[in-house]
């Protein structure tokens, strides 16, 4: 089993920026990849941007391009997203989540961590 623990979440003025950190613990010698998602109050939810373990390779929506970074500490099984120039629609719960192979299931969750962003 993996489990993940977010931190970093809270309340940020339109503008300015956060840092999330997602702690990985247990198995994490077969991660493959990891991901960030959020989800807004009645909203699904969706892909926020996602990193490969080994590579570092990065993919990112279309809403996080430009504002959003996403990386990793392999060392420290830590998994970040820097979020620059938010918005008010950028309000959710935002997850991690870890892949332990190729497909398209992610295998398991954080439990998320409030992110409110104020006008």
């Known amino acids: 089993q993996v489990q993940l623990v977010e931190s970093g979440g809270g309340l940020v003025q339109a503008g300015g920026s956060l840092r999330l950190s997602c702690a990985a613990s247990g198995r994490t010698e077969s991660t493959y990849a990891m991901s960030w998602f959020r989800q807004a109050p009645g909203k699904e939810r969706e892909f926020v941007a996602g990193i490969s373990w080994i590579g570092g390779s990065t993919f990112y929506a279309d809403s996080a391009k430009g504002r959003f970074t996403i990386s990793r500490d392999n060392a420290r099984n830590t998994l970040y997203l820097q979020m620059n120039s938010r918005k008010p629609e950028d309000t959710a719960v935002y997850s991690c989540?870890?892949?332990?192979?190729?497909?398209?299931?992610?295998?398991?969750w954080g439990q998320g961590t409030q992110v409110t962003v104020s006008t």
């Open positions: 989540a870890v892949k332990l192979g190729s497909g398209y299931e992610y295998d398991y």
